[in-house]
């Protein structure tokens, strides 16, 4: 079946100018995340939702970082006014439900530079 | 945000030779995933443990999950050049939470 994928594959923007990264879950995992993933770094926890509760938005590093989910599947991350720290890999992922062990599928990212 | 301390950061070995590294945390997990990524892709789940000292195979893949619950291992046995790429633990203090990375250990095979 088909794995979790993102667009666009690669963005390039300049500075002050908003983006937006989409996600498209497996089908049917309630659980959806974003991560970060700067140059030769691990990943860094954004932002995380399970169904309908209010999302878990702990991780997003300023009020320029803003994601939503809508009707429970796609989801999207949006940048605004970006800045050349924002310049990373964005991952997301899937969970299958809310009770599941912990594993989260990911899709290929999308390498954002910001110039 | 926080990350896990990963090592070695980095390895270079010859095929047919094990490999070993870990990962250290200052607080608990409930659950220990280590996880693959290869150029250009994500990450892909390798061996998950949900229990204190758990040991798990995944064909030539050994994981343990620590006793305190603050650390784990991954062991490589006879690596191939496919291993290579970069190795990733991660922990996750609840079910489907998010998940606290390490750094990575970069693997390079040499034949």
């Known amino acids: 079946g088909a794995g979790v994928s993102q667009s666009p594959s690669n963005k390039v923007t300049e500075k002050g100018k908003d983006v937006e990264l989409r996600c498209d879950p497996i089908?049917?995992?309630?659980?959806l995340y974003w991560y970060r993933q700067s140059l030769g770094q691990g990943l860094e926890f954004l932002i995380y939702?399970?169904?309908?509760?209010?999302?878990?938005k702990s991780g997003l590093p300023s009020d320029r970082f803003s994601a939503e989910r809508t009707g429970g599947s796609v989801s999207t991350l949006t940048i605004q006014r970006t800045q050349q720290e924002d310049s990373a890999v964005y991952l997301c992922?899937?969970?299958?439900?809310?009770?599941?062990?912990?594993?989260?599928?990911f899709g290929p990212g999308t390498r954002l530079t910001v110039l | 945000g926080q990350q896990l301390n990963q090592s070695p950061q980095s390895m270079f070995i010859q095929e047919g030779e094990d490999v070993s590294m870990n990962c250290t945390s200052s607080?608990?997990?409930?659950?220990w995933l280590w996880y693959k990524q290869d150029p250009g892709e994500g990450p892909v789940l390798l061996i998950a443990?949900?229990?204190?000292?758990e040991l798990t195979s995944n064909g030539r893949l050994t994981a343990q999950f620590g006793i305190t619950r603050k650390d784990s291992f991954l062991n490589i046995s006879a690596s191939i050049p496919s291993d290579v790429g970069i190795y990733f633990c991660?922990?996750?203090?609840?079910?489907?939470?998010?998940?606290?990375f390490g750094t990575g250990t970069r693997l390079q095979v040499t034949l």
């Open positions: 992922a899937s969970s299958p439900t809310s009770g599941s062990m912990g594993e989260q599928f």
């Open positions: 089908s049917g995992h309630t659980a």
């Open positions: 939702f399970q169904g309908n509760s209010a999302p878990d």
């Open positions: 607080s608990i997990f409930n659950t």
């Open positions: 443990l949900y229990k204190a000292g």
């Open positions: 991660a922990g996750q203090a609840g079910t489907a939470s998010k998940l606290t």
